[in-house]
């Protein structure tokens, strides 16, 4: 695989080589990576930290039964929805997955996963609960602004600092800890799977074609049962927990609420979404630089 890459070329890599495939949201990684792992006999393992959750399926755009027919998939809906599931959680996962499947297709979305596999994760303690719930409740009240004011400059400068879900993390280990979260990084130990041991590549998308296939993709995911799903997860709802923050199911939460139209909802579900890609895009392009990248379309 190399710098410049398009879809015209199809990426060959070493059948000996664990392949590392990141990519933003409907950019078509998950596609790619099942013809990589089913020509080479590989099985896929997910790096998607929404995708591990059972509950959600359809809203996730989790791979069905006919993709898990052609190549094992691993790491996907295994994680119950109110359960604790961290970076660190799946890396132990997949370094058990690594002792019999050496050389799989590690694919996803969540950059945080790959920089942690092959730069390493900070031995973070476990966090309080009580630092959490206090933590949660100055995001709702007071607003990510003001949990980012109160860390420490190498962090800022580190995070992304338009994830509430990061900022409140960085927030709640220096709350707990009394040490900013770039102070943990560079302590970091040496990583799971270095980058010299792994063929790696990033999606890269141009922004409307990207835009378009995230609403096709929402309007496919409706016509599936996106809504039913956020129905039947709605009695217990709380997107403050990880395991109900699939992308669009607040919006979808808010019309069954009666909060909201049909159509309003869906139309900032499709804003979530392609928010969310964006983050992915500068991710990806910041903390991966280095990365060989393939463009579509």
Request: one cysteine or more; charged letters at 25%; proline letters at 8%.
């Given at each position: ?20 495939l990141?990519?933003?949201t ?13 020509a080479?006999?590989?099985v896929?393992?997910n790096?998607d930290?929404?995708q591990?959750?059972?509950?959600w399926?359809?809203?996730?755009a989790?791979?069905?039964?006919a993709?898990?027919?052609r190549a094992?998939?691993l ?7 109110r359960?604790?599931?961290s970076?660190?959680h799946w890396?132990r ?12 297709v590690?694919v996803?979305?969540?950059?945080l ?5 092959t730069r ?5 303690p476990?966090?309080?609960a ?5 933590a949660?409740?100055r ?8 949990l ?7 962090t ?16 709640e280990?220096l709350t707990?800890t ?5 102070a943990w990084?560079d302590a ?5 799977l ?5 063929a790696?590549l ?11 296939r995230v609403?096709?993709r ?7 049962g996106?809504?039913?799903e956020?129905?039947a997860a709605l009695?217990d709802?709380?997107p403050?927990r ?9 919006e ?13 909802a869906?139309a ?9 890609a964006k ?5 990806f392009?910041n903390r991966?630089g280095?990365?060989p990248r393939?463009h579509r379309?």
């Amino acid at each position: 695989m190399e710098e410049g890459q398009t879809t015209g070329d199809p990426p060959c890599p070493d059948p000996a080589l664990p392949v590392l495939l990141a990519g933003p949201t409907a950019s078509g990684k998950s596609g790619l990576a099942l013809r990589i792992a089913e020509a080479q006999g590989r099985v896929i393992v997910n790096a998607d930290a929404l995708q591990v959750y059972g509950h959600w399926r359809v809203l996730t755009a989790r791979p069905g039964p006919a993709e898990a027919a052609r190549a094992p998939h691993l790491l996907y809906g295994h994680v119950a929805r109110r359960a604790a599931y961290s970076v660190g959680h799946w890396l132990r996962d997949l370094a058990g997955i690594l002792q019999v499947h050496p050389n799989p297709v590690i694919v996803g979305g969540t950059g945080l996963y790959f920089t942690a596999l092959t730069r390493g994760l900070a031995e973070i303690p476990p966090i309080p609960a009580a630092i959490r719930r206090t933590a949660t409740a100055r995001l709702a009240r007071d607003g990510r602004a003001a949990l980012l004011a109160e860390l420490d400059a190498a962090t800022r400068a580190r995070i992304d600092t338009a994830n509430p879900a990061r900022v409140l993390r960085a927030w709640e280990v220096l709350t707990a800890t009394g040490r900013g979260l770039a102070a943990w990084h560079d302590a970091t130990p040496p990583p799971l799977l270095p980058a010299g041991r792994a063929a790696r590549l990033v999606m890269e998308a141009e922004r409307d074609w990207l835009n378009a296939r995230v609403e096709a993709r929402f309007d496919s995911m409706m016509a599936m049962g996106a809504l039913e799903e956020v129905r039947a997860a709605l009695p217990d709802f709380d997107p403050a927990r990880p395991g109900d923050r699939a992308i669009g199911a607040a919006e979808l939460a808010a019309h069954l609420r009666g909060e909201t139209t049909r159509e309003a909802a869906i139309a900032a579900a499709k804003a979530a979404t392609r928010s969310y890609a964006k983050r992915q895009r500068t991710w990806f392009r910041n903390r991966l630089g280095d990365w060989p990248r393939l463009h579509r379309p």
